[in-house]
T-cell receptor, first 111, second 112 residues
């Protein structure tokens, strides 16, 4: 059973518009959430994170929102740029060290 | 800092052969993780070590898979015998004090 779910395998967004990537989780013990970005032939790289005590964290063009009651988080990218085309993984962690990843969403930024 | 180093980058082997994947974590990181990426299952955690000790190997698919971390600077993931369904990209990641991993570039394994 998937504890972290990304239900959209792919998403296409016009350059300059907002990209919204969604993620749901089932384990209420998760207290830290992360987004990773992955380009082809490279390992995933850390993008942004949020603790369960917050509902929003912003870093430049990237904002992560957390809705604990709905067990839902989202990543907003605005404005979207061509270099944002990649696979984005949502991930979650509880008090141990391990991080559980979703299946990923492939984001295509259209010119 | 060279990051997490994995070798080989690509491996093609015949079914039934033994395969060994290698990982050198970032110096000073005390946790090491092996993940497998497939289209169907995304990034699956196979096993992780803390201070060279295996903590959770519940993700290892079968007895054909084994992992070791003989010291803080080296880990191996071995598949014996390999099968076509083991074809995937295998990632190693290491973690220091703060949240968040640093991943290696992965090993693309193809078993024919």
């Amino acid at each position: 059973d998937q504890q972290v779910k990304q239900n959209s395998p792919s998403l296409s967004v016009q350059e300059g518009r907002i990209s919204i990537l969604n993620c749901d989780y089932t384990n209420s013990m998760f207290d830290y959430f992360l987004w990773y970005k992955k380009y082809p032939a490279e390992g995933p790289t850390f993008l942004i994170s949020i603790s369960s005590i917050k509902d929003k964290n912003e870093d430049g063009r990237f904002t992560v929102f957390l809705n604990k009651s709905a067990k839902h988080l989202s990543l907003h990218i605005v404005p979207s740029q061509p270099g944002d085309s990649a696979v984005y993984f949502c991930a979650a962690s509880s008090r141990d060290d391990k991080i559980i990843f979703g299946k990923g969403t492939r984001l295509h930024i259209l010119p | 800092d060279a990051g997490v180093i994995q070798s080989p980058r690509h491996e093609v082997t015949e079914m039934g052969q033994e395969v060994t994947l290698r990982c050198k974590p970032i110096s000073g990181h005390n946790s090491l993780f092996w993940y497998r990426q497939t289209m169907m299952r995304g990034l699956e955690l196979l096993i992780y070590f803390n201070n060279n000790v295996p903590i959770d190997d519940s993700g290892m698919p079968e007895d054909r898979f084994s992992a070791k971390m003989p010291n803080a600077s080296f880990s191996t993931l071995k598949i014996q015998p390999s099968e076509p369904r083991d074809s995937a990209v295998y990632f190693c990641a290491s973690k220091g004090f703060y949240y968040g991993y640093t991943f290696g570039s992965g090993t693309r394994l193809t078993v024919v």
